[in-house]
């Protein structure tokens, strides 16, 4: 087989999940289907569209039990609030999950990130937005460095991406115990302050940095030869390898991108918190995870949209927050999590099944 038609099967793979998508869709009456019958759907029986539902029926049993604390526009605000850095992290692990990858350093990085930005901030002995923007390239060189780490560890040292990152989660949390001896960083400029109060249209500046980070994901996953080398690496690595993929290279790139919007989300919790929360990320990993796979990101690589994945990120953002206006204890959103990512890795294999058989 020629390298041109080895990378024509691979994007057939990467782009075409489902089984409907080998075969012309039939009507009741056994009719070819209009495209846009077709469209429709795809549309409704896609991840994204259940997600959605499960989201809306979330909001809905939580307004229904807390009708004088969840169903409010203060409340709301919180809920995209909180989720905006989750949202960040988790459009780099989509890019890292479609190429069949994994990164479980991401909470680590997170908080590495928020250190090393703060201790840049109060260096520098000023208080402005110059400042700020140190602080905020420090933070994402910080990430960048631990994902080119990631990166360079699975694809060079040939160490499995799990262990690779689950070694990295350790080193950077430690690392940045080292820098702080262990105590959280309170000292952040009053610029920082001001611009975590401030707001847009009402929403958070915190929300349009999540959606600007959104949209350009969303454009470079789907629209780019990066993108579709992506798709392909995750469905067939060594069909895109035989293709002239340089895989290494592709790999690399993605952690790293992981990597640097980790940092980026470090900066994010700084300045929504005002200090580096060194202890409250340990699962945010988990979190991302569990609301990437939610968004139909397949486990096994090849198929992931990040619309998907915003729609996700949103069902354990809303469970978190309706279990606190509930007045439930922390612990069993840890469980109701838990369970939620064990049930989406489950469809996720049934889908898979049914897709092989096809």
């Not at 602080?135 to 994402?140: A, E, F, R, T």
């Not at 198929?303 to 994945?309: A, E, F, K, P, V």
Request: aromatic residues 8%.
């Amino acid at each position: 087989m020629s390298n041109i038609d080895e990378l024509k099967t691979a994007s057939t793979d990467a782009t075409a999940p489902t089984a409907s998508s080998t075969a012309t869709p039939l009507d009741t009456v056994g009719a070819t289907m209009s495209p846009r019958s077709r469209t429709i759907r795809r549309m409704t029986s896609s991840s994204p569209f259940y997600m959605s539902i499960v989201l809306l029926v979330l909001i809905a049993v939580f307004s229904i039990v807390a009708p004088g604390a969840f169903p409010s526009i203060a409340n709301a605000r919180n809920i995209i609030t909180d989720a905006s850095t989750l949202m960040v992290m988790a459009v780099g692990m989509t890019f890292v999950m479609v190429a069949a990858g994994f990164d479980l350093s991401i909470g680590s990085v997170l908080v590495f990130g928020g250190v090393c930005g703060s201790m840049a901030m109060t260096w520098m002995g000023t208080d402005n937005i110059g400042t700020v923007l140190v602080g905020l390239l420090v933070s994402m060189l910080g990430g960048l460095a631990w994902g080119l780490f990631n990166g360079f560890v699975i694809t060079r040292l040939r160490v499995p991406a799990l262990i690779a990152t689950l070694g990295s989660l350790g080193a950077a949390l430690g690392v940045a115990q080292i820098f702080t001896n262990g105590n959280d960083v309170r000292d952040v400029p009053l610029t920082l302050i001001h611009i975590s109060t401030a707001s847009f249209l009402g929403l958070s500046y915190l929300f349009w940095v999540a959606l600007v980070v959104v949209i350009i994901g969303a454009l470079v996953l789907r629209t780019t030869k990066f993108g579709r080398h992506t798709y392909i690496v995750g469905s067939n690595e060594e069909a895109a390898r035989r293709a002239g993929i340089n895989v290494r290279r592709q790999l690399m790139m993605l952690y790293a991108i992981s990597g640097t919007l980790a940092g980026l989300a470090g900066m994010m919790s700084l300045t929504r918190f005002a200090t580096t929360t060194i202890g409250g990320h340990s699962q945010d990993a988990l979190t991302v995870i569990t609301g990437v796979v939610l968004g139909g990101t397949s486990l096994y690589g090849g198929i992931g949209t990040i619309l998907g994945t915003v729609i996700g990120i949103f069902i354990p953002a809303v469970l978190q927050n309706g279990f606190v206006v509930m007045n439930i204890q922390p612990f069993w959103q840890q469980v109701a999590i838990g369970l939620i990512l064990i049930g989406a890795v489950f469809i996720d294999q049934l889908k898979r099944r049914a897709r092989d058989r096809a």
